[in-house]
C-alpha cells in the first residue's frame, strides 16, 4: 500500500474542498453534553480528531436509525407506491475509527447474504470511508482480541496516521486513491526524515480463544451462566443501539392520514422483551436469561457459523454504555475459561 | 384582527376539541339548537367524562394536523361519575406545564368548564380559540416533525 | 462494608431471604451484584460510587431476579422512594422485601472507578437530600454521612429555558430528541416504568409512533414525563441509562417542581403518602381553566 503525508492545515482545506463541491462530510464533533458523536459537519472546524470515541458507531450512516423503505398513496381503489432513492449524494467520512471501519465491512456480510440490501449498498457505495488510527480509549477497548488492531485498514478506503506535523496517509483502495487524485495538491510525498508517530498508546490486549468460546456456546444453550449474568441486565437496548454490528431492524407501517404513510425501517434489539413475541403471545425468549445468550450467541456462535467471522470488532462501547456495568470482555474471558475447562468456575444459579 | 378583505386568505385553523359527554357535549348540542353563531373549525370528540381524556389523544391530534385543541368538561362537583374532572384537572395542569416546558405553545391549548346549559359559553371558548390560534398561525413545527432526520 | 457484608451473610445463612441484592466490585467500577451465597458476602461495597437504583430490581417484570427467592436489597435514600413508589402502587407487598437502607453522603454523577466526590461530579440530585437516612428500612447500616456537596446545576438549567421563549424551549428539546433511537433504556432503567406492556409497544392501537424520528421521540418523551409526574423518585437512572447522553433528567425534575408547587407533593419514602396524579384535592389550582 502506498503511503503520503498530509498537514493537518491541508486537511482542513481539502475537506472545505470537498464541502464546497456538495460531497457530504461526516466526522467525530463535540455534541452539546461535551461528548462526542458522528455527524454531519460544515466545516471542518467542528471535526474532532483528538482520539475521543464517539459514542455511536458509523453503522448509522449506512443503516439510519429510521429510514423511509417506500410511501403509498390511496385513490380509490388504487395505490400508488413511491420508492425511495437507492443511489446516494457522495460522502466521505472523516476520521473514522478502525474499529467502526472494520464493522461496516463485516455487516457487508449479512447485508448482501439472503437479499442484497440496496439501502446499505447504496450508501456504501457512495462513501469513501477515511480511518484515524486509534491510540486507544480504554481497557474497555479489545479489538486486538478480536481479530482487529487500532491501525486495522478494514473497511477503510484511506488510512490516517497522526504523526507530529500531520499525518501518514495509506492508500488502501481504488476509491481511496482516486479520492487523492482528485485533490492532488492537499497530498504530498512523506517527508524524508519520518516524523515520529504522536503520542502513547494504550496496551491492546491478546487474542481470544474464539474458536474455543464458540464451541462452547454451541453446546451450552441451558448453562446457568446465562440467568447469572442476566440478573442485573435491564433489557434496555443500550448495547445494541452504540454497538458498530448491532443491525437487527423493525418495520413498520405509518399512517399518516387516511390515504397515506410511509413504511419504515426502525433500528431494533434483541434485548426487549418483545422482540420475540408472537401474536399468539407465545415468547421463545421469554427472561433476560434468554435474551442476554442471543445477543452473545449471535455475535461469537451464529455469525461466524454463517459468515466466518465474529459480529463484534471490539470497540468497548455496549460495556462503556451499559448502566447495569455488563461487561463483555470480562464475559468473554470467562466463557474461555470454561471452555478451556479451567472449571473452578463457579455459577450461581 | 382580519379585515374582510383578508379573510379570503385567512389561515383556517383546525381545532380538536375532546369534551365530556354530560357537560360540555351536551352544552354544545344546546349552542347548535338554540342557532348561536360560531366559527365552523371544531371537530368534536366526545368522551365520556374529562377523566378519560388521555394527554396522548392531545399529542396525536397535534401529530395528527390540529393546529389547536381544546379539552372541555363538567364544573368541579359536577361531574357525572363524581370525580373524574378533579382527576383531569391535576393531570392536565401538569401537562400543560410540560407541554410549555417542551416548547408547544400552551396558547394553542384551551381547557375549560362547560356545562350541559352554557352554550353560550361553549360558543364563547370556540370563537376565542379559534380567534387564537389563528393569530399564532398553522402548527407547522408540530406538523413538519417526522420529514426531518437526525 | 463490614457491618453490610456482615449482616447479608447471616440473612442468606439464616434462609430468611434468598438473595441480597447490593453493591460489588466490577472489573471497571461499581456494579449491582446479586449475593445468594452467605460467603459471597464479602463482595458486598458501598461506596459514593454506588449510583445504580437497585430497586428497579424489585419490579415484577424481572422473572430472573425472582426466580432467586425473596430479595434483601441495599437502598440508599432515594432508592426506598422507589421502594416506597412500588408499594403505594401495590407492585410489591411489604413482606415480599427485606430493605437493607444506607446512611449516604451523596453518589457521584458517573460511577467511575475511583471515589471523588466534589461539587463538581456529585449526583445532581444529592444536593438538599432529606434522607440522607432512609426513613423505610428493616436494617440501617453506614456511619452518619455528612451532607453533600451543594450544586443546582440542573435547576440553573431549568430557569434558563423557562427564562427563553416557547420556541427556544422547542429547538432545544429537538436538538436533544435528535439523538434518541428509541432503545428504551430510560424505561427499563426506571423502577417506576414497571408496565409489563408498555404503551408506547402496544399497536393495537398505536398511539405513540415506534419509529425515532423527532414525531415519534415527542409523543414517547412527553408521555414517559407525564406518566412518570408525582412518581419519580429522581434516582437519575434514566439520565445515566440513555445512551445519547439526552439530559431526561430536566424533564423530570421540572415535573417534580410543579407538583411540589401546586399540590405540595414531594417524593417520599412513606408508602402511605399518596402520589399526586391519581389523588385530588377539591381546592385544586385552575387558574388555566376557562
Known amino acids: ?42 466545516d471542518f472546524a467542528q471535526v474532532r480528531l ?12 449506512f443503516l439510519p436509525p429510521t429510514e423511509p423503505l417506500l410511501r403509498w398513496r390511496q385513490h380509490q381503489g388504487d395505490v400508488e407506491l413511491q420508492e425511495v432513492p437507492t443511489s446516494f449524494p457522495p460522502t466521505v467520512v472523516l476520521g473514522a475509527r478502525p474499529c467502526d471501519a ?9 447485508m448482501g447474504w439472503d437479499y442484497r440490501d440496496e439501502l446499505w449498498f447504496g450508501r456504501r457505495a457512495a462513501t469513501t470511508v477515511i480511518s484515524l488510527a486509534c491510540p486507544g480509549v480504554d481497557d474497555l477497548c479489545f479489538c486486538s482480541a478480536v481479530g482487529g488492531s487500532p491501525e486495522s485498514t478494514r473497511g477503510a478506503d484511506l488510512l490516517l496516521t497522526p504523526v507530529t506535523d500531520g499525518y501518514h496517509v495509506t492508500v488502501v483502495t481504488d476509491k481511496g486513491r482516486s479520492l487523492l487524485s482528485a485533490h492532488p495538491s492537499r497530498f504530498g510525498a512523506l517527508p524524508a526524515s519520518g516524523p ?35 440478573l442485573r441486565c435491564h433489557g434496555c437496548g443500550a448495547c445494541a443501539s452504540v454497538c458498530p454490528t448491532c443491525h437487527c431492524f423493525d418495520i413498520v407501517d405509518e399512517p399518516e392520514g387516511v390515504d397515506r404513510g410511509t413504511r419504515r425501517r426502525n433500528w431494533d434489539t434483541c434485548q426487549t422483551s418483545v422482540f420475540t413475541l408472537h401474536a399468539s403471545g407465545h415468547n421463545p425468549r421469554h427472561d433476560q436469561g434468554a435474551r442476554f445468550r442471543q445477543r452473545l450467541m449471535h455475535k461469537f456462535s451464529i455469525y461466524p457459523d454463517k459468515f466466518g467471522e465474529v459480529l463484534c470488532t471490539g470497540c468497548g462501547r455496549c460495556a462503556r454504555a451499559c448502566p447495569a456495568g455488563q461487561d463483555i470482555v470480562e464475559l468473554l474471558g470467562r466463557i474461555g475459561a470454561l471452555a478451556a475447562g479451567n472449571g473452578h468456575e463457579k455459577v450461581e444459579a | 384582527m382580519a379585515t374582510a378583505a383578508e379573510s379570503l386568505t385567512t389561515f383556517e385553523p383546525r381545532i380538536t376539541a375532546f369534551v365530556c359527554n354530560w357537560c360540555t357535549y351536551t352544552g354544545a348540542d344546546l349552542a347548535g339548537t338554540s342557532r348561536l353563531q360560531m366559527a365552523p373549525n371544531v371537530r368534536i370528540v366526545r368522551l365520556p367524562c374529562t377523566g378519560r381524556i388521555d394527554p396522548l389523544f392531545v399529542i396525536k391530534a397535534f401529530e395528527r394536523g390540529a393546529d389547536g385543541v381544546i379539552v372541555s368538561g363538567c364544573h368541579p362537583a359536577d361531574c357525572h361519575y363524581t370525580a373524574g374532572n378533579y382527576h383531569a384537572r391535576r393531570r392536565f395542569a401538569v401537562f400543560r406545564e410540560l407541554l410549555d416546558f417542551m416548547g408547544i405553545d400552551t396558547r394553542r391549548v384551551t381547557f375549560s368548564w362547560v356545562s350541559a346549559s352554557e352554550g353560550g359559553k361553549w360558543r364563547d371558548v370556540v370563537n376565542e380559540t379559534v380567534a387564537r390560534v389563528q393569530e399564532l398561525g398553522p402548527f407547522e413545527a408540530y406538523h413538519q416533525l417526522a420529514g426531518r432526520q437526525a | 462494608m463490614k457491618e453490610l457484608q456482615v449482616l447479608a451473610r447471616k440473612l442468606l445463612a439464616e434462609g430468611s431471604v434468598g438473595v441480597v441484592i447490593g453493591y460489588e466490585e466490577g472489573p471497571h467500577g461499581v456494579r449491582p451484584a446479586f449475593i445468594t ?13 454506588c449510583v445504580h437504583n437497585l430497586a428497579t430490581y424489585l419490579s415484577p417484570r424481572r422473572s430472573v431476579v425472582k426466580g432467586l427467592g425473596k430479595p434483601a436489597v441495599v437502598v440508599k435514600g432515594c432508592d426506598a422512594r422507589a421502594v416506597a413508589g412500588l408499594l403505594r402502587e401495590s407492585q410489591l407487598t ?29 449526583a445532581d440530585r444529592c444536593a438538599g437530600c432529606d434522607v440522607r437516612e432512609p426513613h423505610l428500612f428493616d ?49 427499563q432503567a426506571c423502577p417506576m416504568c414497571f408496565c409489563e406492556r408498555c404503551v408506547a409497544d402496544k399497536t393495537q392501537p398505536g398511539w405513540i409512533e415506534s419509529s425515532p424520528h423527532p414525531r415519534g421521540n415527542l409523543a414517547f418523551h412527553l408521555t414517559r414525563a407525564i406518566h412518570q ?32 408547587e401546586r399540590f405540595g407533593h414531594h417524593a417520599s419514602d412513606d408508602p402511605s403518602v399518596p402520589a399526586p396524579i391519581g389523588s385530588y384535592a377539591s381546592n385544586d389550582g385552575q387558574e388555566f381553566i376557562l
Not at chain 1, 483528538?50 to 450512516?61: A, T, Y
Not at chain 1, 472494520?102 to 449479512?110: G, H, K, N, S, T
Not at chain 3, 453522603?105 to 466534589?118: E, I, K, N, S, T
Request: charged share 25%; hydrophobic share 40%; aromatic share 4%.
Open chain 1, 1 to 42: 500500500m502506498d503511503t503520503l503525508f498530509i498537514t493537518r492545515e491541508n486537511l482542513a482545506a481539502l475537506t472545505a474542498d470537498l464541502l464546497a463541491s456538495g460531497t457530504h462530510v461526516a466526522a467525530p464533533t463535540r455534541a452539546s453534553d461535551a461528548q462526542t458523536e458522528y455527524r454531519y459537519v460544515t
Open chain 1, 50 to 61: 483528538d482520539g475521543s470515541m464517539p459514542r455511536r458507531s458509523l453503522k448509522e450512516l
Open chain 1, 102 to 110: 472494520a464493522a461496516v465491512d463485516v455487516l457487508d456480510r449479512v
Open chain 1, 196 to 230: 515520529l508517530p504522536a503520542g502513547p498508546r494504550i496496551p491492546a490486549p491478546g487474542p481470544l480463544p474464539l474458536g474455543q468460546i464458540r464451541t462452547w456456546l454451541e453446546s451450552n444453550f441451558d448453562h446457568p451462566l446465562w440467568h447469572e449474568v442476566a
Open chain 3, 37 to 49: 451465597r452467605s460467603e459471597d458476602a464479602g463482595r458486598l461495597v458501598f461506596d459514593p460510587r
Open chain 3, 94 to 122: 411489604r413482606d415480599d422485601v427485606v430493605l437493607i437502607a444506607v446512611r449516604c453522603g451523596g453518589v457521584m454523577q458517573h460511577p467511575a472507578q475511583h471515589v471523588d466526590l466534589r461539587a463538581e461530579t456529585v
Open chain 3, 139 to 187: 436494617f440501617m447500616v453506614g456511619e452518619a454521612p455528612t451532607a453533600p456537596p451543594a450544586t443546582d446545576r440542573r435547576e440553573a438549567r431549568i430557569r434558563e429555558l423557562e427564562a427563553g421563549s416557547p420556541a427556544d424551549r422547542w429547538a432545544f428539546w429537538q436538538q436533544e430528541l435528535a439523538r434518541c433511537v428509541r432503545c428504551h433504556a430510560c424505561r
Open chain 3, 229 to 260: 409526574a408525582g412518581r419519580c423518585v429522581d434516582c437519575g437512572e434514566c439520565e445515566r441509562a440513555c445512551p445519547a447522553g439526552i439530559p431526561l433528567g430536566l424533564l423530570n425534575r421540572k415535573l417534580a417542581l410543579v407538583v411540589a
